[in-house]
């Protein structure tokens, strides 16, 4: 029988710990789920932590090259059954909603850059699944894929779904530098993408989202570019690629541009032609909007477990970091980002997975929600670190660099806000939230 003290008497009358899983304070995952992410979280802290940490020191070539280890990491991803996207037969859309944004969570933490590339990787492969079309699931099965959306002369512009959007001056949009031809079952594509395309310089496969002339030019009567969403092999005649980006974060996921000189696929390759192009460029950028809020949660997971592990390690004040009030106001503060994140993106996986009509400026928004959070969040577990922070010896600045690309992937944080801001002003025209 333990002494009693005035310390365990008291501890007896006072409440107990809450219950937390891995992924913070949630009602107990159920058994599957937990096998699941124990499982994603080994291959996270095991293979891709470790990995990530290499490749973001290496030069862009370094990271394309034939020894590299982002191949390496590839390989073993392929070998472990690594699957970004959940698809288990006879699950429910609400468990499956659930299991992806666990899953995610757990690649975001091991490494964003790395959770992006394989995330990109399976894009292709994963729409043409969601359209039902098997000759192009069978088409991208065991390529690795891209998403080339954005061009030079067309970043923000090519995320106008309505025409209302460009500025009252301009009588069109932009075609920009990446374009499509259709005609006689056939589709052409010339030109060139921008330099950021994730996976841009080892992808195998594109999805291209581009705009397209059917003969009769590339504007419709209210000037809004016509457009193909296409999937495209890139080793086919005429595809070429540029050199790898250097950048400042996710430096683990390669990027650069890939050329395009009057590439044929057949017309049945594409996901959306004609007027379906735009609803399907909707709904195509809403899952991917989705992915990037779970994975930045767990980047900033990441940044939030370093922090609180440094601070019950440092000592100032002749005491240790998480003994002082100010730093348990900062802990707390972070932590509490960090749940809103994860709430945030899960209630738009659940959207997307489950609601019958989705759209990319809603999900567009959690995105910003997300990824500025992780922004505050690695920015402050930084500072928490003090100089230490600063340097290549510890986690934090790598965090803080991948965190802030995302402010601007997957469409810049300001421009999309202003979208989401447009589809509420659409919807209160349609009559929605009326006082
Ligand atoms: C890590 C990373 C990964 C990426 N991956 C991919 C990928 O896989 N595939 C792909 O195609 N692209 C990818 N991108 C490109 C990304 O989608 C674009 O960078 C983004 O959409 C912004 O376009 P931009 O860089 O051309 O900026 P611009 O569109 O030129 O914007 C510059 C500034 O102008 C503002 N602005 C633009 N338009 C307006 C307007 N109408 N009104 C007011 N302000 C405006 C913006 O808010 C921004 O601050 C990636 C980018 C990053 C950083």
């Not at 995320?159 to 056939?186: C, D, F, I, M, W």
Request: aromatic share 8%; hydrophobic share 40%.
């Amino acid at each position: 029988m333990p002494q009693q003290t005035e310390e365990n008497v008291s501890a007896a009358v006072r409440p107990g710990l809450p219950h937390v899983e891995l992924t913070g304070f949630e009602p107990p995952l159920g058994d599957d789920e937990r096998a699941v992410q124990q499982a994603m979280h080994q291959f996270a802290r095991e293979v891709m932590r470790p990995a990530g940490i290499a490749i973001d020191r290496l030069s862009a070539e370094e990271v394309v090259a034939p020894d590299s280890p982002y191949w390496q990491f590839l390989k073993t991803a392929a070998a472990s059954g690594i699957e970004f996207d959940a698809t288990v037969d006879g699950v429910p859309p609400q468990a499956l909603a659930r299991l992806q944004a666990i899953v995610v969570e757990e690649l975001g933490w091991g490494d964003a850059g790395l959770a992006v590339s394989l995330g990109a990787g399976a894009f292709p492969r994963l729409m043409a699944a969601r359209s039902g079309n098997q000759e192009l699931v069978d088409l991208c099965e065991g390529r690795l894929g891209c998403w080339i959306g954005t061009q030079p002369d067309r970043g923000s512009d090519g995320l106008s779904l309505y025409p209302a959007e460009r500025h009252a001056a301009a009588r069109q949009g932009n075609k920009g530098n990446l374009t499509a031809r259709v005609s006689g079952g056939e589709i052409v594509i010339s030109g060139q993408s921008s330099a950021w395309v994730s996976n841009g310089p080892v992808a195998q496969v594109g999805l291209l989202t581009i705009a397209a002339d059917y003969g009769e030019g590339f504007f419709d009567a209210e000037g809004h570019p016509r457009g193909v969403e296409v999937v495209v092999p890139l080793d086919l005649p005429g595809v070429s690629r540029g050199r790898p980006l250097e950048k400042l974060g996710k430096r683990a996921l390669p990027q650069g541009e890939v050329y395009f000189d009057d590439v044929k696929v057949p017309a049945r390759f594409a996901l959306s032609l004609g007027d379906d192009y735009w609803p399907g460029h909707a709904s195509t950028w809403s899952s991917a909007g989705v992915a990037m809020g779970q994975i930045m949660t767990g980047l900033a997971r990441a940044a939030f477990e370093y922090a609180l592990e440094y601070c019950h390690e440092r000592r100032q004040g002749g005491a240790l970091l998480a003994d002082h009030q100010l730093v348990q106001y900062r802990l707390g503060a972070i932590a509490r980002k960090l749940e809103t994140m994860r709430a945030v993106s899960r209630r738009a996986t659940d959207y997307t997975f489950l609601s019958p009509k989705k759209h990319p400026y809603y999900t567009a928004g959690s995105k910003v929600t997300c990824t500025d959070l992780a922004f505050e969040v690695a920015d402050e577990a930084l500072q928490l670190f003090g100089g230490y922070g600063l340097t290549r010896e510890y986690p934090m600045e790598k965090l803080f660099r991948d965190a802030r690309a995302a402010r601007i992937e997957d469409g810049e944080n300001h421009l999309l806000t202003m979208k989401f801001g447009y589809l509420t002003a659409l919807l209160h025209r349609a009559g929605w939230a009326r006082p």
